[in-house]
């Protein structure tokens, strides 16, 4: 018996020592595991570290390339991503609540209430946001940081109307950002040539301004989508105030330059010209033909690009698009054809530098009308993801190309307040094309409505080139009548008199480079564009 409990003594402890064997065994390699892992997560979080660095570098000196980081473009060219970012982020966080997850009928209505809401109150804004920042030239920096720290704000009320389902905090916030992205553009347009290099012209800096924000969009959107999908849309928009409020503390860190460009003799010419300067509204109701025409031409553009993005949006939800399946997957090819038509757009802004601008917008809603046609004849998925590419592709071209006109054609003075009409006036047009193209879902399945559009767009065009070629031969008319009368009556110098210094000469009535359609982005009659820091 004792044999027996020493023989079974033996064997648990040999079991036990066995078991306690394999534990530590299993620690050891748990432990190794455990360092392996954590030596792996730190090598990784290196690398990401690393490559994170690197592409801020490589994208430092493409900003800050051609002196754009002595004069201050570079920094602003940063700023501006940053906004565009968040505004992507606002939108996706809001991509569930405002109309894409409601029925096609219900949405309409969702959809129409909300862009009456955003036209009417453009009319009141643009008379006060480009005079304020006229008045306030000075402050311009902290103006543009208010419409930042202003957006994180209206994000964090979002946010909490997110998660309560109250579309009447919802939507005056989605307005009031809609409004202060708005304020933004105008003064960063503004200030756009107290900020430009001596070898950049104002297309190509407008377009590199273009290109990093349509990429900093496009990398937020995923980002944010992954983000509202893990956590929800209103932790995305808490998120985007950090990223609006740290915007705002850079935004008062542009150089002072900004606050105040060629403003030397401002005050004595207030005071000598007070009586003799038209009103500031008569000034903005005669921008001059360039302006005029190139905002004509826009605010086409602008309206077909508002009626093809519900117009196609309604016809996917209704599924009468033909040769496609799957409306998501229908709707995310035409959300990347614009996406990449805008892209494309920024590009050839760049290249066509030397190029006149005017002939742009021409050219770019010459394309879109025949791209319009050609949709409505042979209405498909295919011709309806060619049509957003090339709509994208021209609004993009034709923006660019009007800021590059308003920069140089129209004075300090008054350019901010001429910035706020434009985009005051292509606002309404986007927001009266996205009414028209939501009655027209209702009675058309695409190709009536595409060629209806598109034909109305090709009378605008007829007319603009009808006004053009006019303005031209008066221009000619008047240099051939200078010329003659200069024959007739020679200069006093020619006649071997004295000079007289009031004289008129066929030179005074030439006409300016800006109305030759010259290439040149600094006509004689404006002041330099150059910034005299740089």
């Known amino acids: ?47 990401a570290a690393g490559g994170t660095l690197r592409v801020g570098r490589a994208t430092r000196r493409l900003t800050y390339a051609q ?58 804004v643009a008379p006060l946001v480009g005079p304020a920042l006229d008045r306030f030239r000075s402050a311009r920096r902290y103006v543009m940081a208010g419409t930042l720290m202003a957006r994180g704000l209206l994000c964090w009320s979002m946010a909490a109307a997110v998660v309560s389902e109250d579309a009447v905090t919802l939507f005056p916030a989605a307005l009031g950002v809609l409004v202060l992205s708005k304020a933004y553009n105008v003064s960063r347009a503004a200030i756009m040539p107290s900020v430009l290099p001596a070898d950049i012209s104002l297309v190509t800096a407008n377009a590199r301004v273009a290109l990093f924000t349509l990429v900093s969009a496009g990398i937020a959107i995923p980002i944010g989508a992954g983000l509202a999908a893990w956590l929800g ?39 000598g010209h007070r009586e003799r300067r038209p009103a500031r509204w008569r000034t903005l109701l005669n921008v001059g033909p360039a302006v005029a025409e190139a905002m004509r031409a826009n605010a086409a553009i602008r309206l077909f690009s508002g009626f093809l993005l519900f117009f196609l949006l309604f016809v996917v939800q209704d599924g009468n698009l033909p040769g496609g399946q799957g409306k998501e997957m229908i709707i995310a090819m035409l959300a990347g054809a614009a996406g990449a038509g805008g892209l494309v757009g920024a590009a050839v802004a760049s290249w ?17 009308t025949v791209m319009g046609l050609v949709a409505g004849f042979l209405f498909n998925l295919w ?55 939501l009655i027209m879902s209702l009675y058309s399945r695409g190709p009536a409505a595409l060629t209806i559009i598109a034909a109305l767009m090709g009378g605008t065009l ?73």
């Open 67 to 124: 002196g754009a980081g002595r004069t201050g473009l570079g920094r602003l060219i940063e700023l501006s991503a940053v906004g565009a970012a968040g505004d992507a982020l606002i939108t996706v966080a809001l991509a569930g609540t405002l109309f894409f997850g409601l029925p096609v009928d219900e949405a309409r209505g969702q959809v129409a209430l909300y862009l009456l809401i955003t036209m009417a109150p453009f009319a009141v």
């Open 462 to 534: 007829v007319w603009l080139l009808i006004g053009r070629r006019r303005r031209l031969r008066g221009t000619e008319a008047r240099v051939a009548a200078a010329r003659a009368g200069s024959r007739r009556h020679p200069a006093p110098e020619t006649a071997g008199h004295a000079a007289d210094p009031n004289a008129t000469t066929a030179t005074d009535v030439l006409p300016r480079p800006a109305d030759r359609g010259d290439r040149g982005d600094n006509p004689g009659h404006t002041k330099p564009l150059t910034n005299p820091h740089g």
């Open 352 to 368: 066509v530098r030397n190029h006149s601008p005017q002939v742009t917008v021409l050219i770019t809603l010459a394309v879109s």
């Open 383 to 437: 011709t309806a993801v060619a049509v957003a590419l090339i709509a994208a592709f021209a609004q993009e071209l034709g923006k660019l190309s009007l800021d590059a006109i308003v920069q140089r054609e129209i004075g300090e003075e008054v350019r901010s307040s001429t910035f706020g009409v434009v985009e005051a006036l292509l606002q309404i047009a986007w927001v009266a094309g996205g009414l028209a193209g």
């Open 1 to 47: 018996m004792r044999g027996g409990w020493e023989q079974a003594r033996r064997t648990v402890g040999t079991a036990a020592r066995k078991v306690a064997g394999s534990a530590a065994t299993a620690g050891r390699a748990t432990i190794r595991m455990g360092r392996a892992t954590v030596g792996g997560t730190r090598v990784a979080g290196k690398a």
């Open 233 to 271: 849309g209103e932790w995305v928009l808490r998120g985007t105030l950090v990223l609006f409020m740290v915007a705002g503390v850079h935004a008062v860190r542009l150089p002072r330059h900004v606050d105040a460009p060629d403003v030397e003799g401002d005050e004595e010419e207030e005071e």
